[in-house]
């Protein structure tokens, strides 16, 4: 499993010498073979390794059991271990699930690590960008969503993408570190759950190297997703005019690039970039003129063939 992590390290140039790194360590045997891994290689690769683990308080003495767990496999190894304590029902929010406040609160505490300079190495298995990539194709997506989780996000790495849960089962048995099992993996009450116990097992009938299969093709498709965006972002720059782009030469564009710089747009004003947005600013941009309200008081327009997005606040007479 060593020679995967090095490879993928290697494959997406993930670390520097010199590079503080800190392992989301959860206590499950994908961030347990991954700090062991890490540290195993610290020296050939030139960084330093701590762990960070927040616990969720989601299941009372589990959650503490986990915190436990992980304080004495940290103490055990000598690793600098640095625990959060986050109460995520108290602080979710209309409209947001259990697992989205959870998500909101471990990145929050992230950023805080990431802010002293520490880079965070999470779990993600090839298992897991497989199940994404399942959920991102059930849902609907583009090339971005067919290349499952990326292995570097600003400074967010992912060393395991090229090992599977069975090889980080294996390697905390080889090194006789037991690991925790977290119940809410097991209910199906979630939809990445359900892909992860029905519907890989039935791909796997078909072809029973699945994981291997989807993890080449989210390879080859990360590989032309990364092309796209570099060209798309030249192609932005030739097409900036004034606040906005010039429509005219957004028009001639092929639309794999035009969305992208569409895209890109929304993101910067702080509007998700659905497909449904991307596709009502190209028709305004095909037509030459037009106006569309992407959300609240976010709109797209184009003026005197200028494309740009601008708030606008709506006033509103009572009767």
């Not at 090095?6 to 961030?31: E, K, N």
């Not at 993996?185 to 994981?211: A, C, G, M, Q, W």
């Not at 941009?285 to 797209?300: E, P």
Request: proline content about 3%; some cysteine; overall charge neutral.
């Amino acid at each position: 499993m060593e020679n995967k992590i090095a490879a993928a390290v290697q494959r997406y140039d993930m670390f520097a010498p010199g590079d503080r790194v800190t392992v989301g360590l959860s206590g499950g045997a994908d961030s347990c073979a991954l700090l062991l891994g890490l540290l195993a290689l610290k020296d050939r690769i030139g960084i330093t390794v701590s762990a960070c683990h927040i616990n969720h308080c989601l299941r009372g003495e589990e959650s503490d059991g986990d915190e436990r767990f992980v304080r004495e496999l940290c103490e055990s190894r000598e690793v600098p271990l640095e625990v959060f304590r986050v109460d995520v029902r108290s602080a979710a929010v209309k409209h947001e699930s259990l697992e989205e406040t959870a998500r909101r609160l471990r990145y929050g505490c992230f950023d805080g690590i990431t802010a002293g300079g520490s880079k965070i190495a999470t779990a993600h298995t090839a298992n897991d960008s497989a199940e994404t990539v399942l959920m991102n194709m059930i849902r609907g997506t583009g090339t971005k969503g067919l290349a499952g989780i990326p292995p570097v996000r600003d400074m967010f790495v992912r060393p395991l993408i090229f090992c599977t849960r069975e090889d980080t089962e294996e390697y905390c048995r080889q090194n006789g570190i037991n690991f925790v099992t977290d119940s809410s993996n097991l209910s199906d009450d979630y939809t990445r759950n359900r892909i992860r116990h029905k519907v890989l097992p039935l791909l796997s009938e078909f072809n029973p190297s699945v994981i291997a299969a989807l993890s080449r093709m989210t390879e080859a498709v990360g590989d032309d997703a990364a092309f796209l965006d570099a060209y798309a972002a030249e192609c932005a720059e030739k097409c900036v005019f004034g606040a906005g782009y010039d429509s005219r030469k957004l028009k001639e564009l092929p639309n794999a690039v035009k969305a992208r710089i569409i895209a890109a747009e929304l993101k910067k004003n702080g509007v998700e970039p659905t497909k449904l947005r991307i596709d009502q600013c190209a028709e305004i941009i095909g037509k030459g003129m037009g106006k569309v309200n992407l959300c609240k008081d976010r709109f797209a327009l184009v003026r005197k063939k200028v494309f740009f997005v601008k708030m606008e606040i709506q006033n509103y007479r009572r009767h």
